[in-house]
């Protein structure tokens, strides 16, 4: 099933491999609108987002150079005479240009004469099936005052396996160069470093100066700003442990390794300084990496690590000890999130955590209830959150829908002397409830051929033939799964809402859910009743206690909570 999936233009793109990355090129005036994919096993690769959407074309990314050199055949020596070198490159349908061939055995000749080239590779090599090749740019040595400088010749179309270089200067009776060489005028080799990415890059970002960022093992690599084909090794960096995974934070670029993490700053990646946190905090899990507005927040073994410029910090330090952090919150299986300034986290299919870094000593809340979670994923384009169970793209916490009930626990309060807690108000907002859905097509006629169960339906691909059961009128679970690359519309997608009905075509209503409230005095349960107001409500009365806890099972929305001794008193809070 896919664990890994990204929506690009109103289609879900799916992968079977969690550890794949997808991003959106930072290209200026990128007519294509190009996607990049890398991790796990995927070979790095790029297409248009129509590409996606279709399955087809994908490339490989990254341009190959030329594997042969070129051979010259100069012209016959004269009175002024020039020792040249060339080298080409390949130029794909999309304007993107490789690194250069190895260079020609350098040859000297006429500068007036004409150089004739051979030896043109005119495909690629390499075992790789990149964007397709377009053209080929031919460049020679052109020798300044103080160094030598590869210098564009010409720009040929393919096939193209032979050249005839005549850009030369002329030279008057005496032998001296009456008119420049044109070519020296000529834009310089711009991609003398650029390779392709490596074989099994991993844990792709985008940093906010146009550069994609990757891994393979220790070795950090960057791509060329604005031009994600081309990564030269000249940038690579390593580091002393294996890296896990990279987040993104303001300028920087934070590396989770198996050890100490380290930050990435500058504004090109040839002049990138990195920085080692003193901290010894292993990211556990590659999917627990979730950028924030704060920093770069991972599962560490020692807790929730947030890492930025600053160094690193373990935000759950002051709820839990370490020991119970490995107990009962299994890091290394976190997969997680960001939900606006909160991290949605799943360590197993129907287990997870909410945490909620923003306040002064955060707090998390525990999930249960789900299956077969295989994915949780934040759309980088509109910051909603989104799990994956059985192949179906579920968003999380949609506005209208019924939210999942909850129980919640207070800390224990130590009242100063034993007290007898008289009265106390709880005050809350009903939950307007509904169901989410995407409406691709009109549904009910889908609906109606499964009531029907001997109707068959011809379409791709085919329809359960099994049929619909109904409950008022409406129809129970239906919800039709696309596996693999799903498209909508026009295909109808139904999102069902984690936590919701599994209802559709139901109206948004008003949800009165009683609230169930439990009050335990000095550990023993005083007090367990459901309220369905916003009055003051009396306690029991006959005991003192001076330790206190409250506990609330509902699904509305508490917003505030009062106890006091007497209803006189709570009347003044």
Known sequence: G?????????????????????????LKNDQYDRYYAAGGAQIPQVAAAASWAAGTPIYDLGVPAPTTALIVTPPVSAVVDETRAYVYTFVN????????????APATG????????????????????????????????????????FRLVTEMSIPGITYNDNGSGTVDADGFITTADGVSLNESLPSNSWNIPPPGLQGLVNMPNGVLVGFVGRDLYFSEPYRPHAWPISYQISVDAEIVG?????????????????????VHPASVALTRIDDVEPCLSFRSIVNSMAGVM???????????????????????TRNEWRQNYSPATARSAADGSRVIT????????LFQPEEALGHIVNLNGFSDVTGVQTDPFTGEAYLISRDVVFLWNPETTTPQSYTWRSKVF?????????AYRLQYKDVIGGVDFVPGFDFTAYNASRFAAS???????????????????????????ETGVTESPPVSQFKMPIGGSPLNGTLPGLIRDNIRIRIWGDDVLRYDAEIISNDMVRLPSGYKADKWQVEFQSAQNIYSFKMAGTAKELARK
């Open 414 to 422: 130590e009242a100063p002397m034993p007290v007898n807690m008289g």
């Open 246 to 266: 990279l987040g993104v934070y303001q300028s920087g670029v934070v590396v989770c390794t198996t050890a100490n993490p380290y930050v990435a700053t500058g």
């Open 110 to 149: 006429d500068i007036t004469g004409i150089w004739a080239l051979s030896s043109i590779q005119i495909a690629f090599t390499g075992g790789l099936t990149p964007n397709p090749l377009d053209k080929i740019r031919i460049y020679r040595t052109v020798t300044g005052r103080s160094s030598v400088d």
């Open 298 to 320: 991972y599962s560490s073994q020692n807790g929730i690590v947030m890492v930025n410029q600053s160094g690193a910090y373990n935000m759950t330090a002051p709820l839990m």
């Open 93 to 104: 349908e999309w304007g993107e240009e490789s690194g250069p061939s190895p260079a020609s």
């Open 455 to 481: 109707t068959v339906i011809t379409e791709t691909p085919a329809l359960s033939t099994v049929p619909l059961n109904t409950f008022n009128l409406y129809a129970l679970n239906a919800v039709r799964v």
């Open 2 to 26: 896919s664990v890994s999936i990204s929506e690009v233009g109103g289609t879900w793109i799916a992968f079977d491999d969690q550890d794949v990355n997808f991003v959106r090129g930072a």
């Open 346 to 353: 799943f360590n197993t299919i129907s287990e997870g955590w």
